[in-house]
């Protein structure tokens, strides 16, 4: 079965520093979906990326997949509070069957 | 637009006891739905997943089961709970037709088993 790892697994930064969270699959990703928690409440949809070197931007964050669609990176620009919370990857593989596996998170503490 | 509803938003039950939780999607027809089990606040493990009424896969062998008995309607239950039950519970909704990937989520259940 598919496994996600994510890196790292906490992270501390000061209000306005940028900041890289990666997920890494040990199979080739069918789709790669980025979700945000904050403590205690159910899951955000952030982005979803498909193709081998897609990249999709929400306001401050930007998400990438590299080419061999193993790997992907979440990027936050100028980190603000309200960015706070646990960033999850979610993957799933072409004979998955309607359902995601996901990496165990990192948890994201931005200092004002 | 689409809502889903969990209940109970916490809940506190001694080993041994049964447990029942409820959700419910509204908005939407024939969604498919997730039940999810997060330990610690970290990762969270596939339970159950559903395609369609009656239709229930399970992931993970345990004492849990889930139903489906109407559309927009996924039950968690156990007749037994054990310590290890204890953790946040959390319920989504996807379309169907292959875009299962986004999923929107309930705001959970946090379940403590003493």
């Known amino acids: 079965s598919q496994e996600l790892e994510q890196s790292p697994q906490s992270l501390i930064v000061q209000e306005g520093k940028n900041l890289t969270i990666n997920c890494t699959s040990s199979?080739?990703?069918?789709?790669l979906y980025w979700y945000k928690q904050k403590y205690g409440e159910g899951l955000i949809f952030l982005m979803m990326l498909q193709k081998g070197g897609e990249e999709k931007s929400h306001e401050k964050i930007t998400a990438k997949l590299d080419e061999k669609k193993q790997q992907s990176s979440l990027h936050i620009t100028a980190s603000q509070p309200s960015h706070a919370g646990i960033y999850l990857c979610?993957?799933?593989?072409?004979?998955?069957?309607?359902?995601?596996?996901f990496g165990e998170g990192t948890q994201l503490t931005v200092n004002p | 637009s689409q809502t889903i509803h969990q209940w109970p938003a916490t809940l506190v039950q001694p080993v041994g006891s049964p447990l029942s939780l409820e959700c419910t999607v509204e908005g939407t027809s024939n969604p498919n739905l997730y039940w999810y089990r997060q330990a610690a606040g970290r990762g969270l493990q596939l339970l159950f997943y559903s395609v369609g009424i009656g239709q229930i896969s399970s992931e993970v062998p345990q004492n849990l089961s889930a139903s489906r008995p109407q559309d927009r309607q996924f039950i968690l239950s156990s007749k037994k709970l054990l310590l290890s039950d204890s953790g946040f519970y959390l319920c989504a909704w996807s379309w169907t037709g292959g875009f299962y990937g986004e999923q929107f989520f309930g705001p959970g259940t946090r379940l403590t088993v003493l």
């Open positions: 979610g993957a799933d593989e072409e004979t998955s069957g309607s359902r995601l596996t």
């Open positions: 199979k080739t990703l069918y789709g």
